[in-house]
């Protein structure tokens, strides 16, 4: 079971929540769970976000394994100098 | 993955390949090529800060000699609404067209609206004078509190704040909102012992580079564009001068020059589309270059802001709880660094409540571009100020202060994941020991503290090693080289592979002869790249060990590579003599062709930097100028690859903070023109501004690179802004709460204070 964080500009998205459980393997089952669960967010999230997998963060994750008891968090996407 | 071992290459001081060509003036930057026909490219700029474009009048222009093109926003493709997913910042494809060449309304000062190009620069500059641009004048917007005001005239009619739980029914010029938050802000502050609060200022500043934009296009009948660009990405300048123009990606082509510094300014496109439409109508190669008064005008400063930062603490000194309230400017389009400042703000502390709402607001200035670490330097100059007004009112050393609160392997960031090993106390620790830290001050001497703190990126990354018939190296990489990754990425094939640095040479491809690779940016490179380089030098490797293995008539997983030879593993029954990577390269024809090796990945676990900066100030209170003694800069790497280029990277990023600090500002007139866009008037420091600056490096290994690096380049520019403006501070006693601190605003400070105090006397 993965922990699942969102900021608050995505939990508009999830009906407003912010912190929730998930059964997945990988960051493209966790998307289809997503989007099972909160229509549309699959599209909203791809390519406007980062996202940390247990502290690594992430541009473009897909097929990213999620272990049980990993966290993931979405991030605003990070831009550099 | 970081492995424990012994280096060989790494952490040597090795020269530069490119730095002989670079001292000596051989190196070809963006300005420096040419070709048969070429023409000269010119842009017509808007002399007011807003203003409707009614019409553009360019028959005179086009009839005068010489002139071969000229160009409006009227001639570009109308570009659709489509974020900008593919490099690292935000942004959107039509505002990015839209800045090329304005349509419309002219946004700032400076926006492109015309251009010209003709067989002489004069001849086109000529041209651009007899354009005839009827202009309706508009209210420009200049500075955030004017632009966030209820009643403000809009800088993008339309536009509706995004990030609000309710959809906004009246549009404004806050593009964005965001929010972060943990625990309970209001309870953690009933908590405190004591409270402060401050509101905290930054100007608008430029990256400084020193090589302005420039770029050669040339575009075929077929349609086939060729453009040399000096740039930090050259496969985003493809991608984005595509869109702009409504061409294929495979139909453009750039060729990175070697570029004179970017410092986050070049990754972004300014010219290169105009170049290109100006070489299709005129049938001739374009150069462009822009001047370094169109750099400042025309090219992406950082953002000014404003921040309000409060923190609540017990009297230990441990932190109850922190907000901020942070405003950047975008300019004239979305798109600021307050996401990541707003992240950045309270990374280093263990805090259980806090709360930072960011908000991104439109001007009438340059779209904002990144600079180093952006958004991370305004938003902790603000907290690492307060975090030292703290200090002094409990009477705590202010690094004490930080090591009760400093996060932690484990630790929750406020920007959401837990952290992995990082290196924040191990720096701090560094500091309270350093000699520096300890040298006794005299009169209107002061010292200031204060840390910075930077993500650090990985993103995609291509790479190939080919092995030369004779045994040498070839490295092909598509990052553009800004900070010595050449060596770097020299250092680490050598490492992999086994032999002298001195036998690899390290090869900067164009966008059709490199794998795709993300733009030079974010502090990346080393990581990302330099791990696509190890992968590809693993990949030859396993080649040399099947070719030695066919050899020999032994299979495979029966060999070794090591010291740059293929060897068989203990215990092999095999009557051979080691094979070097000479040796295999050389009957490489006889065991399967050519050794290729390569990899391309999407480098993730980039590890965070910390620093800690120490500022040691002399303070003129004649004059108000502000004299910087000693600097030391301490920081973790991870692992230094090359420590002279680390070293470099930590006094170049300190340099730039001091001047962020002391000098650097743009100043406008109260139309929304700069006034000062040159050097002479635009003050960054030189040497004989600062000392040497004294750097330490921390090396506490990221788990997920094989050599333990984390990205250096852009945490050393966070710390500089508050470490100079605390010991500003701790040099007058008189707090000043809006940078630079130039001569002018110190002494104004001075005055007051004397005032204030001589009031208090007479009363």
Redesign the interface.
Known sequence: MARV?F???LA?LTEGVRELEAHVSSFRDLLEWLEGRYPGISDKLI??VAV??????????FL?PIEPGS?V????????? | MSEARDFRSIGQRVIRPDGVDKVTGRAAFGADYALPGMIYGRVLRSPHAHARIVSIDTKKAARMPGVLAVVTGADFPSVGSEEITGGEGAGNYKDLATNVMARDKALYHGHAVAAVAATSVAEAEAALAAIKVKYEKLKPLLDLDAAMADDAVLVEEGLFTSGLPEKPTKPSNVATVMELKRGDVEAGFREADIVVEATYRTPTVHQGYIEPHACLATINQGGQATIWASTQGHFDVRSSTAKVLGLNVSDVRVIPTEIGGGFGGKTTIYVEPVAVLLSKRSGRPVKMTMSREEVFRASGPASATKCVIKIGARKDGTLTAMSAWLAYEAGAFRGSSMAPGAMCVFAPYKVDNFLIRGFDVLVNKPKVAAYRAPGAPQSMYACESLLDELAAKLGMDPIDLRLKNAVEEGAQAAYGPKFNAIGFRECLEAAKRHPNYKIPLGQDEGRGVAAGFWFNAGMQSSAEIHINEDGTVTVIEGNPDIGGSRASMALMAAEELGVPYERVRVQIADTESAGYTNTTGGSRVTFATGMAVIQAARDIIGQCKQRAAATWGIDADMVDWADGKAIPKPGVNADVKPLTLAAIAANAGRTGGPLLGRASLNARGAGPGFSVNIADVRVDRDTGKVDVLRFTAIQDVGKAIHPGYVEGQMQGGAAQGIGWALNEEYVYSKDGVMENAGFLDYRIPVASDLPMIDTQIIEVPNPSHPYGVRGCGETPIVAPLAAVANATHAATGVRIRELPLSPPRVLAALDNAAGSAAGKAAG
């Not at chain 1, 940390?52 to 994750?61: K, Q, S, V």
């Not at chain 1, 968090?73 to 100098?81: C, N, S, T, V």
């Open positions: 964080y900021p608050d500009h508009s390519g406007k940390a997998i247990d502290g690594d963060i992430i541009h473009d994750p990213d966290e968090h979405f991030l605003y996407r990070i831009e550099g100098g």
